[in-house]
């Protein structure tokens, strides 16, 4: 099964950007078979569905709290994906994590989560 490292992270100010990378490696489907997606779990609640992008790239879904502010994308030649995080708000404070992903959830079976990264928004 793929692994995923996430990465980008980190401490920033409200309205600050920051861009996450995911980077794909290991045996199995290659990165460019999946549909993938970011998700993020803040302390203390579910992990959360962020945004996805189909296999080719052209196409993206949004959750409603990042819409306008957050942009998906992926290189497949790279088995990279990332996600431009602009107009940071202090709600977006989560470890932000990457995976396959169907119908803005986490595609059944995954189970290789990597460590996530940290994004920490202040006031």
């Known amino acids: 099964q793929a692994q995923f490292l996430e990465s980008g992270g980190g401490l920033v100010q409200a309205g600050d950007s920051l861009r996450l990378s995911c980077a794909a490696s290991?045996?199995?489907?290659?990165?460019?078979?999946?549909?993938m997606g970011w998700f993020r779990q803040a302390p203390g609640k579910d992990r959360e569905f962020v945004a996805a992008?189909?296999?080719?790239?052209?196409?993206?879904a949004y959750a409603d709290s990042v819409k306008g502010r957050f942009t998906i994308s992926r290189d497949n030649r790279r088995n990279t994906m990332y996600l431009q995080m602009n107009s940071l708000k202090p709600e977006d404070t989560a470890v932000y994590y990457c995976?396959?992903?169907?119908?803005?959830?986490?595609?059944?079976?995954?189970?290789?989560w990597g460590q996530g990264t940290q994004v920490t928004v202040s006031s």
């Open positions: 995976a396959p992903a169907f119908n803005r959830a986490v595609r059944t079976g995954f189970n290789s």
């Open positions: 290991g045996s199995g489907r290659t990165f460019g078979s999946f549909a």
């Open positions: 992008v189909d296999l080719s790239g052209r196409n993206s």
